[in-house]
């Protein structure tokens, strides 16, 4: 068979249901071959978007997306969706085509030097230069994206190589590599972490939902009465009905979190990236007790020194810890912190009504009241970023989307295409119009996969977050201003409802009946 062929044999061996792409030159033999396979090939409107979907459905499944481009700009348009998945570690196999390798060594049409441009932003990434190793890199791209810690991995297909002929064939898949248990002298030293403390807190990170660990925190927090707060990503590990819950430890709208984790005298981080959440913001002093448990060593950081890593996988640390605490009698009170808790709920549950002004913060209960604990939300970037984090309650691990390493715009609508594919439960979008309008194209891709979401597009013809920091510096702001269509129209034409309230009881009846309805639909919401 040609190499094309095998390579997408090999995604079949893999497992993969979609590759999202754009179609080039350099790609038609592999095209043809998908053509021909069990994989369906997406098309998309940009590779940027195409490369969110492989993102989001890695963050969603835990197995990689796969993105695809031609060469030069296709390449380079992918790369923000890649270095995304990559910070956010989410599994993501991205393939780009390559011209003749007879033409690379000179300057010729489109030529860029792709796998160095993309050797920063993927965990490995390897030109397959040759057919017969076809199987083995393809193998060796989706272990690595797929393995603790997760991220993007890169192959370069040049077309030459493609139409070549070879007899290899792909190899088995032999499924996860088992993640270490902790060793018992690190169980013990935590333990006398934990039984010398009044007042210890976890710090729940993207790792805690990626690695499925939620059940096992869980139960350590409901052992302990310890509190938890969570990161963006880290959002649904514990739920925020459970009395445990601080909501997230960013302190941008309300201070409980971060009042909490500086009377603590104990934080154990669970599945913790610096990446997620700069801990000077938590540890300003450094000087904070911390236990780390994570599959990987801690970054070196001043302000995230752990006085003891457990390097394991964290549901398993948990475990042990759990079954150990009745024997050091770990059980505190929760006096310290529960009235920092019923502030924050009393927060987050300041549902907009009568002559209240339009904001997201204000708008986001009503959106929570009209969808179900599995439903879930894909964030865009920007100020409303800023309020589903901290506002937004999360019962279930993986139903709150959020960008958080490279936080890039435009991966809601994208992002949901996504989602849709990849769960049962409803999806919504939530977006700014200054990220909705990088990748609104993708609508099309929606309405022609029969995709069914609802778009939630907070609009205040601005770029509010930075418009916000520069307020927040200077008392003033500067080229951030946007102007927009009519986005009824805009939604219209692209065969999805449109729904513009115009008051609060309106709010809640459009994000009720959007999100019942079978299609897309945009429900905008014009920001006071």
Request: hydrophobic share 40%.
């Amino acid at each position: 068979m040609q190499a094309a062929e095998l390579l997408v044999e090999c995604l079949e061996r893999e497992g993969v249901e979609h590759v999202f792409g754009l179609p080039g030159e350099e790609t038609e033999d592999l095209l043809f071959a998908l053509r021909d396979s069990s994989v369906t090939f997406v098309p998309c409107r940009h590779e940027q978007g195409a490369a969110f979907m492989a993102d989001v459905h890695g963050r969603l499944t835990g197995e990689a997306g796969v993105c695809l481009s031609t060469l030069g700009p296709g390449a380079t348009n992918l790369m923000t969706g890649v270095a995304d998945a990559n910070l956010d570690r989410a599994p993501l196999v991205a393939v780009t085509a390559q011209g003749g390798l007879e033409r690379l060594h000179k300057e010729s049409h489109q030529a860029l030097d792709v796998v160095d441009l993309f050797e920063p932003i993927t965990k490995w990434n390897a030109q397959v230069s040759d057919p017969a190793i076809v199987h083995e890199s393809v193998r060796k791209a989706f272990k690595l994206a797929e393995y603790e810690k997760p991220g993007a991995t890169h192959l370069e297909l040049p077309e030459d190589v493609a139409a070549e002929e070879t007899d290899a064939e792909p190899l088995p898949n032999r499924g996860e590599v088992r993640r270490p248990d902790p060793d018992v002298r690190s169980i013990e030293r935590v333990l006398d972490l934990l039984d010398g403390a009044e007042r210890p807190l976890v710090i729940a990170g993207n790792g805690a939902v990626r690695t499925n660990a939620s059940r096992e925190l869980r139960a350590f927090v409901e052992e302990t009465g310890a509190p938890v707060a969570s990161t963006y990503m880290g959002k649904g590990a514990v739920s925020d009905a459970s009395e445990r819950s601080l909501m997230t430890l960013d302190s941008g709208h309300h201070e409980e979190a971060s009042t909490a984790i500086a009377e603590a005298d104990l934080v154990v981080t669970v599945g913790y990236d610096i990446a997620e959440h700069d801990p000077a913001g938590w540890n300003p002093s450094a000087e904070t007790t911390i236990v780390h448990v994570d599959s990987e060593p801690a970054e070196v950081y001043e302000h995230y020194n752990p006085d003891i890593e457990v390097v394991a996988d964290p549901g398993a640390a948990l475990r042990a810890l759990t079954d150990a605490c009745p024997d050091i009698d770990a059980t505190y009170d929760d006096a310290w912190y529960s009235d920092l808790r019923e502030h924050i709920v009393s927060d987050v549950s300041d549902a907009g009504a009568g002559e209240d002004a339009f904001t997201v913060r204000r708008a986001l209960p009503h959106l929570r009241d009209a969808l179900d604990d599995a439903d879930v939300l894909v964030s865009d970037v920007g100020s409303h970023k800023m309020a589903v984090a901290q506002n937004y309650p999360t019962y279930e691990p993986n139903t709150c989307v959020i960008s958080n390493g490279l936080a890039s715009m435009g991966i809601a609508v994208p992002g949901a295409v996504a989602a849709d594919l990849a769960v049962e439960d409803d999806v919504v979008a939530v977006t700014g119009d200054g990220g909705f309008l990088m990748n609104a194209a993708e609508l099309e891709t929606a309405t022609r996969l029969g995709c069914s979401f609802t778009v939630v597009l907070f609009v205040d013809d601005d770029y509010g977050l930075i418009s916000e920091k520069q307020e927040a510096d200077r008392g003033e702001h500067f080229g951030t201003e946007l102007g927009n269509p009519d986005f009824g129209t805009f939604a219209e034409s692209f065969g999805a409802s449109h729904y513009r309230p115009d008051d609060w009881e309106g709010v809640a009846s459009a994000f009720e009946g959007a999100t019942d309805e079978d299609s897309i639909s945009v429900v905008e919401v014009r920001l006071d």
